[in-house]
Structures are given as structure tokens and as C-alpha cells.
């Protein structure tokens, strides 16, 4: 994770802003007259204690009692639209920003994506993302409120006598800058170790969810169960810290306003011993300064959060600013498949060596299949050819273009990729099958459950293909979920297959009847065609050995 200042992260966040400046301009506008009501309700109450009292004021009672009606009925008014502003500018910012991490996931998918913590990856999603509306509903508009509010009264009190107007300065700047800088210094990294923490524990409950099965089955539940509670209890001490801090804050700033307001006490009463400002002048700038300090306490209460907040923003922006393994391409010249080959391909993760000089043709309107042993490459061959890295020597073509100058839209639509692994959503089967065409008929996905035969087993099922699949698709068994994922490749309807270990969880009928589809069923089509599997390889004009790269035999029938 990149370490950032918070000031870095708060001008990273305020920039997101833009958009909705004006909405954010009238909650400062009406934030500042709210607070301003606020405060000279009780000056107006000065003004009638001292017109009690047979003192000359500017107003009589009854214009003051009026006033302070006003302002009172004011100050909701005021108060409700600067919140629903306030809230309103938060939620449509953090949709915003929720656009811009999937965008961002998008493009970082799957090459940056590869073995992250996805339980870590939902907290920043869930839970970073939602702590946002802190910084954008109760910090932006309040900072300029309190900077507008403090400039205000600083210059009324001041004009009783410019002693007291410095010495009201002074507060504000000791309660809404000195304190919450100091708290927030004060906090450290505890901050950044609970979001890291509540990242880290989400991960690990959503593992634990998803191996709950073989927990139970090797009776290691009571470990799991401590191992929670460890991290459970480092988390809660992490929190503990951060709320004795916001106590402190809390305790600091109440001292710091009763010192204040005994401090313009004395000193206005020695102003008015000393002949400098009349009763007024006392009486007038003490209950000024008594009720004023709402928007610099809003800022001191930012010191305890704003750690966690800016934590919460440095993950936000740590998937933001990473950049991909490879970068989308548009704009170039559209594409037709013609067919396809590897050259001299390279590749590494890391240190390690996966490819190293691979070469092979794949004609349009052939299957070819690649054998080897597990961990020679043959599935990150296939992900090369989808472009979700970038070759280190040689160059991956399709129709002759290498494939890093192929728009990659033009790409996805050349090109049906069925993994090892099928994925499917908590939805119906037929929403999960429609996600390879959106535009598909009720017909043609039929067709392409006909060809993967799945149709007879959905058509047993009591809702038929409106079925509600379970998360993570743990209703259906590892043979069944495979097959879902033929018919999503079959009805993408590429002019490229590329198919990794398509048949791997299925019996013998239903990889004939499978095979029999590849074979007789895709006029037009190529495929590669991955599989530890003799009998999967029967169909392929050509097979390729990824360890050696030798022709090892031709068509198989």
C-alpha cells in the first residue's frame, strides 16, 4: 500500500468534487447563514439583557424578540438544506467513486487481480468507499463554513474592541485547527492499521465461509473460531485506541473553549475598568463568543476520524492509481478473424519462467489442442491469447495483427474463453447464461444448452431456466457448472474457442455428446482446445505438446 499524506488524500478527494461545485457552494452558503442565526440568537439575547437594563441598544425589545424568532425558524430551515446538500453531494460522489474502482477493477482484471485478498478487495468496495461520505458530508463544506464563520465573528467582536476580536481568533484557531491537527498527529497509523485490519478480517471470515465445508470436515473448526477471535481482538484494541483518542479530543476542546470564554471575560472586564468599551462591550462579546464555537467544534471533532478517514481514501486511491498489467486498445482498425498463432512466445511471472519461446498455428476453422503437464503454461497460453498480459519476447497474432494492437472490444468479441473454473452469480440460470450475450433469445440459449447438455437438466429443474443459482453456484455440482460454462462459450458465438479443460468434470456420455457438438456443431469456428484428457484430444486436427512444441500427432478420430 502507498503511504500518502492526509493532506495528499484530502486533495485527491476534494478534486472529485468538481462536478457538483455549485451544490456544494449553497451548502457553504447556507451552512454559514444557519450557523450565523445560530449565534446571534443569543447576541440578540445580550442586546435585550441589556435593554432590560435601561442600556441604549440599536433595537428595541420587541424588534429583538422578532429577530430572534426569525433567526430560531431560520436555523432549521438552514440547517436541513445545508445537510440534505451536504449528503446529497456525498452519496452522488461516492457513486461516483464506486464507478471509477469498477472501472478501475475492470481494466486491473485479471492479470493485477491474481491472487489479492478479495474479501480485503469488498471491504474497500463496502466499507472504505461508504467512510468517504464522512469526509465528503461532514468535512469539505464544514472546513469553509467555519473559515467563513470564524472571519465574521472575529470582525464583530473585534468591533467592539480589536483586543477581543485577536483573542476570539485565537479560540477558534486553537479549537478547529491546533486541536484536530494534533489529535490526528496523535493517532498515528491506527487509522490505517484498522482499515487494514477490517480488510484483513473480512477476507479471512469470507475464506472461512467459503472452506466451511472442509473445516468441518477435518475438524478444524475451534482453530478457525480462535484464530477469528484473534484477529477479532487485535482489531477491537485498535479501535479502543482510536476512541481514547476521540475522548481526549473531545476533553482537550471543551478546556480549550471554557479557557477561552473565561479569558474574553477577563479581559473585557478589564477593557471596561479601563474606560476602553462600555458595559456592552462586555457584556455583548462574551455571550458573542459563549456561542460560537459550533463550526470550529465540528472541525476539532475530525481529529479522532479523520485518520480513519484518510486510511479509508489511501486504499480507495491505492486501486485507482495502479496501473494495469495491459491497457485497453481503441480506435485502431476493426478487426475479422482469419485465424491465429503464438511466436516465439515468452513469458514469466516474476521470476519464473512459464513460456519460453512458443510457437504455433492455429488455421480458421480448426481445433487445435495443447497437452502437457500441469504448471508447463498451457492455461496462461490461453490467457496470452485473450490479452490479459502482455508477451515478454515474440508476439501473440490473430489475422496476422499482433494482438496488442487489436482493439480489445474488437478482441472479446473474436474470442469465447471458457476457464477452468466457471463462475456463476446469485442470479437465474438463464441471467447467468445471458451474461455472454445480452441480446440472446430465449431460443438461442436453448440451442446452446442443447449443445453443452445442459438443456434436459435445467428443464428438470422445478423454475426450469428461471432457477435462482446459489452464490458462488454451490447448488450445482462441479460437472454441471462446467457445462453452464460451454453454453455461455457456445452462445458468445466467437469465431475463437478457447477452451481450458472443457470437459474435466464430466463423465464419458456427456464429453461424447460435448465433443460431438465441437466437432460437428461450429462450422466456421477454430477452437484451442486445453485438456489432460486423450479422449477430449480425439477431435483436434493438431495437437501441440507445450513442453517440447513438437508436433506429437495430427487429427485423432
Given amino acids: 500500500m502507498k503511504r500518502r499524506s492526509g493532506f ?30 445560530a449565534s446571534f440568537i443569543t447576541v440578540f439575547g445580550g442586546y435585550a439583557v441589556l435593554g432590560l437594563l435601561g442600556i441604549d441598544t440599536p433595537l428595541s425589545l420587541k424588534c429583538i424578540f422578532a429577530c430572534v424568532l426569525v433567526f430560531a425558524v431560520l436555523r432549521a430551515v438552514l440547517r436541513y438544506a445545508e445537510q440534505s446538500c451536504n449528503h446529497y453531494i456525498a452519496f452522488k460522489l461516492l457513486a461516483l467513486i464506486r464507478d471509477k474502482v469498477f472501472l478501475a477493477l475492470r481494466k486491473l482484471c485479471p492479470a493485477k487481480l491474481e491472487g489479492r485478498d478479495k474479501g480485503n478487495l469488498i471491504s474497500v468496495i463496502t466499507s472504505d468507499i461508504e467512510l468517504l461520505e464522512v469526509f465528503y458530508a461532514h468535512t469539505i463544506s464544514p472546513a469553509a463554513i467555519a473559515f467563513f464563520y470564524t472571519a465574521v465573528m472575529c470582525l464583530f467582536i473585534g468591533s467592539f474592541h480589536p483586543a477581543l476580536g485577536i483573542l476570539a481568533l485565537l479560540a477558534y484557531l486553537a479549537v478547529g485547527v491546533a486541536v484536530p491537527i494534533i489529535i490526528s498527529k496523535l493517532s498515528g497509523r491506527d487509522g490505517m492499521e484498522f482499515r487494514a485490519g477490517s480488510g484483513d478480517l473480512s477476507g479471512f471470515v469470507l475464506d472461512s465461509l467459503r472452506g466451511l465445508s472442509e473445516t468441518i470436515q477435518y475438524g478444524r473448526g475451534r482453530e478457525r473460531l480462535m484464530q477469528m477471535k484473534e484477529r477479532t481482538d487485535a482489531l477491537s484494541e485498535t479501535e479502543r485506541r482510536l476512541k481514547r483518542t476521540a475522548g481526549r479530543n473531545m476533553a482537550v476542546t471543551n478546556t480549550i473553549i471554557l479557557i477561552s470564554d473565561l479569558c474574553m471575560l477577563s479581559v473585557s472586564a478589564m477593557l471596561y475598568q479601563k474606560a476602553e468599551v ?73 521470476a519464473e519462467s512459464i513460456l519460453d519461446g512458443v510457437s504455433l498455428e492455429i488455421p480458421k476453422g480448426k481445433i487445435v489442442g495443447i497437452v502437457g503437464k500441469s504448471g508447463s503454461g498451457k492455461s496462461t497460453l490461453l490467457k496470452l491469447f485473450m490479452h490479459f498480459w502482455d508477451v515478454g519476447n515474440g508476439r ?162
Fill in 278 to 350: 462600555d458595559f456592552a462591550g462586555v457584556l455583548v462579546p462574551v455571550f458573542a463568543l459563549f456561542s460560537s464555537f459550533g463550526p470550529a467544534v465540528a472541525l476539532a471533532n475530525l481529529g479522532s476520524t479523520l485518520q480513519n478517514t484518510f486510511a479509508a481514501g489511501n486504499r480507495v486511491l491505492d486501486i485507482l492509481d495502479e496501473t494495469p498489467a495491459v491497457e485497453e486498445v481503441a480506435g485502431r482498425e476493426k478487426t475479422v478473424f482469419e485465424g491465429a498463432a503464438a511466436k516465439k512466445v515468452s513469458f514469466s511471472y516474476g
Fill in 8 to 37: 495528499a488524500v484530502m486533495a485527491r478527494l476534494v478534486c472529485l468534487v468538481k462536478p457538483l461545485a455549485g451544490f456544494m457552494l449553497l451548502a457553504v452558503i447556507m451552512g454559514l447563514a444557519g450557523h450565523l442565526c
Fill in 396 to 557: 501473440v497474432e490473430i489475422s496476422g495483427r499482433d494482438i496488442a494492437g487489436i482493439n480489445t472490444a474488437d478482441l472479446r468479441d473474436m474470442e469465447s474463453f471458457m476457464t477452468q473454473e466457471t463462475h456463476l452469480f446469485h442470479d437465474s440460470i438463464r441471467s447467468n447464461l445471458r451474461i455472454a450475450r445480452l441480446d440472446a433469445t430465449d431460443a438461442e440459449i436453448e440451442a446452446a444448452c442443447r449443445k453443452a447438455s445442459i438443456h434436459d437438466f435445467i428443464m428438470g429443474l422445478p423454475q426450469g431456466y428461471d432457477t435462482p443459482v446459489g452464490e458462488l453456484g454451490d447448488t450445482l455440482s462441479g460437472g454441471e457448472r462446467q457445462r453452464l460454462g460451454l453454453a455461455r462459450a457456445f452462445l458468445h458465438d466467437a469465431p475463437l474457442l478457447l477452451l481450458d479443460e472443457p470437459t474435466s468434470n464430466l463423465d464419458s456420455l456427456n464429453e461424447a455428446v460435448i465433443l460431438k457438438s465441437l466437432w460437428e456443431g461450429q462450422e466456421g469456428k477454430t477452437a484451442l482446445l486445453v485438456s489432460h484428457r486423450q479422449s477430449t484430444m480425439r477431435i483436434a486436427d493438431t495437437v501441440y505438446s507445450v513442453e517440447s512444441l513438437s508436433r506429437t500427432g495430427g487429427r485423432m478420430s
